[in-house]
T-cell receptor
Framework: DAMVIQNPRYQVTQFGKPVTLSCSQT?????MYWYQQKSSQAPKLLFH???????NEADTPDNFQSRRPNTSFCFLDIRSPGLGDAAMYLC??????????????FGQGTRLTVV | AQSVTQLDSQVPVFEEAPVELRCNYS??????LFWYVQYPNQGLQLLLK??????LVKGINGFEAEFNKSQTSFHLRKPSVHISDTAEYFC????????????FGAGTTVTVRA
């Protein structure tokens, strides 16, 4: 059974039209991550939550926002998508308990196309 | 700050031959190391991880890796590859002092040929 679920798998949006990608988890993990992965590149961390604490990477554009209304759900909002934002967006979770990291569990990703 | 270097961007290999993918990391504190595999248009799947203990780690699909602290390396190996091992492989690191971040190397594309 899928433990980290991303919807939709494929998203087409218009240039400049706001879009939201969603991620849910059944693992009850305290950390959730959003990564952007462009073709043939490594995943790039955009931001992550430790519980409700939001941590933004310094080079994440202001165009990208995130919400985590509860433990299970996390959203990525792109306020005005540009052509350069076309990519695979990966959500992941991990459970940091008393400083002991376990692996990150990834969703299947959402491939965003901007037209 | 932590960083990961994967020394080979592409590795072609014949079926049933061994393969080694190299990964070096830098970190000033205790690290946790991971290898992930990614098939086309899929998310990342964990192959194996090193958290502590034995430096030789065995993972899924016949893969293993060895943590070498003195050389700051975590190389991935498989003694005999299959066509189905064709994929992108990512080495990743996280550490206690870095706000729970997981940082990835640039990836190694493994192409297995018959």
């Amino acid at each position: 059974d899928a433990m980290v679920i991303q919807n939709p798998r494929y998203q087409v949006t218009q240039f400049g039209k706001p879009v939201t990608l969603s991620c849910s988890q059944t693992l009850n993990h305290n950390v959730m991550y959003w990564y952007q992965q462009k073709s043939s590149q490594a995943p790039k961390l955009l931001f992550h939550y430790y519980d409700k604490d939001f941590n933004n990477e310094a080079d994440t554009p202001d165009n990208f926002q995130s919400r985590r209304p509860n433990t299970s759900f996390c959203f990525l909002d792109i306020r005005s998508p540009g052509l350069g934002d076309a990519a695979m967006y990966l959500c992941a979770t991990s459970d940091w308990d008393r400083g002991q990291n376990t692996e990150a569990f990834f969703g299947q990703g959402t491939r965003l196309t901007v037209v | 700050a932590q960083s990961v270097t994967q020394l080979d961007s592409q590795v072609p290999v014949f079926e049933e031959a061994p393969v080694e993918l190299r990964c070096n990391y830098s970190s000033s504190v205790s690290v946790y190391l991971f290898w992930y595999v990614q098939y086309p248009n899929q998310g990342l799947q964990l192959l194996l991880k090193y958290l502590s203990g034995s430096t030789l780690v065995k993972g899924i699909n016949g893969f293993e890796a060895e943590f070498n602290k003195s050389q700051t390396s975590f190389h991935l190996r498989k003694p005999s590859v299959h066509i189905s091992d064709t994929a992108e492989y990512f080495c990743a690191v996280s550490d206690e002092g870095n706000d729970y971040k997981l940082s990835f190397g640039a990836g190694t594309t493994v192409t297995v040929r018959a």
